[in-house]
């Protein structure tokens, strides 16, 4: 068994795709209308085409603005992603103008930081810790 595919609940699907690929740098693997005015769009890192998903699922659903309201306020993040250094991707992302409510941490055998991805959700990076 392993994970195909992941999700994170999003306001606006346009506004999401564009922060997701254009500020995170991950690219589009599907995007199919579903309905009216959603659709099914999933992207994947660059770096690994044919791995795991995430799905930018409209938050349409009425327990979501609670769930997600209460993760926020709690500094509690919805999804974390990996990446090779996260003080270099902090530095990268905030002169992006990406705000962070968590400044890279050092917790031992990682490092993480949070940050708000514009669309509801607190997203946490983290690295391992390099040999000392």
Not at 62 to 82: E, H, M, N, S, W
Request: with cysteine; proline share 6%.
């Amino acid at each position: 068994m392993k994970i195909h595919l992941t999700s994170v609940f999003v306001d606006d699907q346009a506004k999401a795709l564009r922060f997701y690929t254009e500020i995170l740098g991950f690219v589009k693997k599907h995007d199919v209308p579903v309905g009216e005015k959603d659709r099914w769009l999933t992207l994947v890192s660059p770096e690994e085409p044919g791995g795991t998903e995430l799905l930018l699922e409209p938050a349409g659903h009425p327990i979501v603005a609670t769930y997600r309201d209460t993760l926020v306020k709690d500094g509690i993040p919805l999804a974390q992603f990996a990446v090779d250094d996260v003080t270099a991707e902090y530095e990268r992302l905030r002169g992006l103008g990406v705000r962070f409510t968590q400044e890279p941490l050092d917790m031992g055998p990682v490092t993480t930081a949070v940050f708000d991805d514009t669309c509801g959700n607190l997203i946490q990076i983290a690295s391992a810790a390099r040999s000392r």
